[in-house]
Nanobody, 117 residues
Framework: QVQLVESGGGLVQAGGSLRLSCAASGRMSWVNHMGWYRQAPGNQRELVATITSFGYAASYRDSVKGRFTISRDNAKNTVYLQMNSLQPEDTAVYYC??????????WGQGTQVTVSS
């Protein structure tokens, strides 16, 4: 059974950087694409970035373009989210997800990112 485990969250000052990791255990052969979402208190979960199976294409929400970079290492079954120039509005729980070719979606448990002003 595939599981996703996020790590790398924490507390950082505005303008700082963090790198989130999402390690997948189990068979990932049928994963179509993977992504990062976030959810701030009182808000709906929103898409931050996605990346295709072999990392050929990535997409980002407008507010993080130029600051965040999603990447994946298939040999390590790991997806990363490099976050630079962090702002207080980036504060949220960040979730990794994997979408399988069947349409099944798997979520990680989330990691807290807090940006102080």
């Amino acid at each position: 059974q595939v599981q996703l485990v996020e790590s790398g969250g924490g507390l950082v000052q505005a303008g700082g950087s963090l790198r989130l990791s999402c390690a997948a255990s189990g068979r990932m052969s049928w994963v179509n694409h993977m992504g990062w979402y976030r959810q701030a208190p009182g808000n709906q979960r929103e898409l931050v970035a996605t990346i295709t199976s072999f990392g050929y294409a990535a997409s980002y929400r407008d507010s993080v373009k130029g600051r965040f970079t999603i990447s994946r290492d298939n040999a390590k079954n790991t997806v990363y989210l490099q976050m630079n120039s962090l702002q207080p509005e980036d504060t949220a729980v960040y979730y990794c997800n994997a979408v399988f070719s069947s349409g099944y979606t798997l979520w990680g448990q989330g990691t807290q990112v807090t940006v102080s002003s």
